[in-house]
């Protein structure tokens, strides 16, 4: 009798081990199957491709946005660094007239700094995330608003709206920025010291410490990533709109915590996967997607997503509680 009762609960072990490594990929293939019997347009590669382009904005927000969250943090201005570097770009190729790529790279050290602050106020001063990251989301967005004068300014210079529309082969350039930047994150996180100490801090801060890992540093360092993110973010959301304003962005770090506990990251720290939040992306992408072929009204698409937040933090609760 204790033979079988070890055998159900070794069973029901594998079950939520194999729910806990796969369960949002087949929550992903059953989304996918769900649309396609809903609206067959869905399933095309022509909309494929355009649901990946798509994502492929919120992708580096949610990555960056991952990276804090693992270290038990949290980045809420992703969304205003989009909009600073929207208009740092708008002022200076519009505006001042400089060169695209010379402009792309201010741009990029712009929400990279914005980022190394938002790391160094966390580690250095041991503030809370939040707290931070909400006081320069307000902070970075007054700049992009004196920046752009509160104007929208329009961006039409060819080779820079290249970057959202040029195509290697059939592949959009933001869908290759996609695979290279996923690519780079999987490496960074799953097989370097540093990945490794990302986990170690926000699995157990003080056991890290006592290793001798250096917590200012790697926090620090996860915030800045996030920055750079965000600006590349806000460089393909530019190109895509040709036009800079400081009011874009809001709400995109919503998307990307979406995005994030869809996809396994805990918001209790050391757990995370560059997979996971992929297909996270995709199937917050694929319900803005499936609703808009199928017709649902916009307002539904954010009470949906709200709706799949909390469910994914519940889930994320329990399957903690029970590992410990």
Known sequence: MENVKAGRVTDREKTRMFMGKYGIGVVLLFMMIGISIIEPAFRSGSNMINVATQVSINAMISYGMCLAITTEGIDLSVGAQLALVSCTIGQLITNSGWNVWSACIVALLVATVWGFIN????????????VVTLSTQLIIRGFA??????????????????????KAGILPVPIILLIVVTVVMYLLLHWTKYGRYVFAVGDNMQAAIASGVNVFKV???????????????????????????SNIGVGYETDAVAACVLGGTSFAGGITTIPGVLMGIFIIGFIYNGMNLIGIDSYYQSMTKGIVIILAVLLDMVMNKKNT
Request: proline share 3%; glycine share 12%.
């Open 145 to 166: 608003q004196v920046i752009s004068g509160g104007q929208s300014i329009p961006v039409t210079n060819s080779t820079f709206k290249q970057i959202y529309s040029a």
């Open 119 to 130: 790391g160094f106020l966390v580690s250095k001063f041991n503030m809370f995330p939040f």
């Open 219 to 245: 926090k620090t360092i996860a915030y800045t990533i996030s920055g750079l993110l965000a600006g590349i973010a806000g460089i393909i959301f530019t190109a895509k709109t040709g036009s800079a304003q």
